[in-house]
């Protein structure tokens, strides 16, 4: 694993390309949250991880060893990914850029404690991190603000759909649309003009509404 800014020269059709992948774990505990580590450089929170070397054969073993040197936890690391973000264009906005045009790929990976009996604790290489954090789903995402980059939120929400919100049966998620809708007409009885707010509340509840559809028992 490659914790610098190294880049990895990718030919495509005849031509030269920069690409970065990187693979990233994400690791919960019911009674703690989801392990984030924010950056020295620029103070961003992100999950454990980092770029792959061109030396690594396969990005799961890579992944482990690099939790395990990052915040010295030893991890399993699944084999089907949580998220993935596909950047062709790079990262643009951060502290630390890439090449103009560098193709930027990152794979999160759900992992867990290889050794849960122990629930050790994160020990952070100060040079890399400045703190570490356990932080609940969805609450602790809004509490970080613009400090948490937005492919990270949508990472940490799919998790949050698929593996929190998942699991409720159908009675339970037509209950939460029924509070969502319920609060939604009441904002809209007292609002003048806040078009713009309640469409969004709106595609909220409707997406509510497909993961039950999505979701619903058999």
Same mark, same amino acid.
């Given at each position: 694993?490659?914790?610098?800014?190294?880049? /990895?020269?990718?030919?495509?059709?005849?031509?030269?390309r920069r690409m =970065?992948? #990187?693979?990233?774990?994400? @690791?919960?505990?019911?009674?703690?949250?989801?392990? !984030?580590?924010?950056?020295?450089?620029? *103070? %961003?929170?992100? @999950?454990?991880?980092?770029?792959? #070397?061109?030396?690594? #054969?396969?990005?799961?073993?890579? !992944?482990?060893?690099?939790? +395990?040197?990052?915040?010295?936890?030893?991890?399993?690391?699944?084999?089907?990914?949580?998220?993935?973000?596909?950047?062709?264009?790079?990262?643009?906005?951060?502290?630390?850029?890439?090449?103009?045009?560098?193709?930027?790929?990152? %794979?999160?990976? !759900?992992?867990?404690? $290889?050794?849960?009996?122990?629930?050790? /604790?994160?020990?952070?290489?100060? /040079? @890399?991190? +400045?703190?570490?954090?356990? %932080?609940?789903?969805?609450? *602790? =995402? #809004?509490?970080?603000?613009?400090?948490?980059?937005?492919?990270?939120r949508r990472a940490?929400?799919?998790?949050?759909?698929?593996?929190?919100?998942?699991?409720?049966?159908?009675?339970?998620?037509?209950?939460?649309? +029924?509070?969502?809708?319920?609060?939604?007409?009441?904002?809209?009885?007292? $609002?003048?003009?806040?078009?713009?707010?309640?469409?969004?509340?709106?595609?909220?509840?409707?997406?509510? $509404?497909?993961?039950?559809?999505?979701?619903?028992?058999?």
């Amino acid at each position: 694993m490659n914790t610098n800014d190294g880049e /990895s020269t990718v030919v495509v059709d005849h031509g030269v390309r920069r690409m =970065v992948v #990187a693979a990233r774990g994400l @690791l919960f505990r019911p009674d703690e949250g989801v392990l !984030l580590v924010q950056r020295e450089d620029n *103070g %961003i929170w992100e @999950l454990p991880g980092g770029k792959l #070397a061109p030396t690594d #054969a396969y990005a799961r073993t890579a !992944l482990a060893e690099e939790y +395990r040197e990052e915040v010295r936890i030893p991890v399993i690391v699944t084999g089907v990914p949580v998220y993935v973000w596909d950047k062709p264009a790079g990262l643009p906005g951060r502290v630390k850029t890439y090449s103009p045009g560098t193709h930027y790929i990152c %794979i999160v990976y !759900l992992v867990y404690d $290889a050794y849960p009996d122990l629930k050790l /604790s994160p020990v952070l290489d100060p /040079s @890399l991190h +400045r703190e570490s954090r356990w %932080i609940s789903l969805p609450e *602790g =995402v #809004a509490e970080l603000g613009e400090f948490i980059p937005d492919e990270t939120r949508r990472a940490l929400d799919r998790y949050y759909q698929d593996r929190v919100i998942g699991p409720l049966t159908i009675a339970e998620r037509c209950d939460c649309i +029924r509070v969502a809708l319920g609060q939604l007409l009441e904002e809209y009885s007292r $609002a003048e003009d806040a078009s713009d707010k309640i469409v969004a509340r709106i595609m909220g509840v409707i997406d509510l $509404a497909n993961e039950v559809l999505v979701h619903r028992e058999v």
